[in-house]
């Protein structure tokens, strides 16, 4: 049987199903508004809200497991009061209705010990497993090679958006589903050890970037970014086909090739010298 991966229209989340039914959701980053609050921006909690939108999808779904697909906490490199409140609560919740594994991201060192280790939560390595035949890491790190013989890899980490600018500088923000392949040539270089001639080792895998679950992290605009832009290693290093992207909008609407997208009157690519995130605090 061969994984389909579904979005949940109007969702930033993932249904997968193969012999299980897998929930997957990105980037959450509980306790942002304790960051937030030390930078003047009073926000209250919405860890309640957000709980409440992942167990309406497994309520929707009743998946087998739910992926958590990185940065689950927010701040680095300490653990907020608001994190060891919440974190404990939010997984444990999670891991009364299904089985949860998280996929650490740059945010979440530490993140084992937030939890009772009795219930039914794995933490995974951060660069990745393979679960029920997809591959899945969270963007920071590159993957385990064993990913790599998936014929599907989801990741997450950029916070995907696409961002259109019109003639009086008025801009929208829209989260986005990337849908890409690897740039082979740039893996063979990082994965000199790996056979890219035999398919038990290098399926040819179909890359799927998450937007991030929490809308307070802003994210980067990829009509408007180079590769320099992107964060993690396989995204700077070109180790993906950025200019063949498919971009997709939360609804479900194709807006095309990035390539082609960027063709567009209200689109600009902008130049820089280094990484940076807009429209947002940067939780990288």
């Known amino acids: ?168 500088g008025y801009s929208i923000v829209e989260p986005a589903w990337i849908r890409t392949k690897f740039n082979v040539g740039v893996l063979k270089r990082r994965f000199g050890n790996l056979d890219f001639e035999n398919p038990a080792q290098w399926a040819d895998p179909e890359l799927f970037v998450m937007p991030a679950f929490n809308e307070l992290c802003g994210g980067v605009p990829f009509n408007e970014s180079t590769q320099k832009d992107l964060l993690g290693p396989v995204f700077s290093s070109g180790g993906i086909e950025l200019e063949a992207s498919g971009v997709y909008l939360l609804d479900g609407t194709k807006l095309g090739l990035l390539r082609n997208i960027r063709k567009l009157p209200h689109t600009t690519v902008r130049t820089r010298t280094g990484n940076s995130r807009r429209n947002s605090r940067s939780p990288s």
Do not use: C
């Open 1 to 168: 049987m061969s994984s389909e991966i579904t979005p949940i229209i109007e969702e930033p989340a993932l249904i997968v199903t193969n012999t299980e039914t897998s929930l997957v959701v990105a980037d959450i980053h509980l306790g942002i508004e304790w960051d937030l609050y030390r930078s003047g921006i009073n926000l209250p909690s919405q860890m309640g809200g957000r709980l409440e939108r992942i167990l309406g999808y497994i309520l929707a779904n009743s998946p087998d497991r739910v992926i958590l697909l990185g940065d689950v906490k927010h701040n680095v490199p300490q653990v907020s009061w608001q994190e060891k409140d919440e974190i404990p609560r939010f997984l444990e919740t999670l891991a009364e209705y299904t089985h949860v594994d998280i996929f650490p991201g740059n945010h979440d060192g530490g993140i084992e010990l937030l939890f009772n280790r009795q219930k039914d939560i794995k933490v995974h390595s951060a660069r990745g497993a393979i679960l029920d035949g997809v591959g899945y890491f969270h963007g920071h790190t590159w993957p385990a090679p064993e990913l790599l013989a998936a014929s599907h890899i989801v990741t997450a980490h950029n916070h995907p958006t696409v961002r259109f600018t019109d003639a009086f």
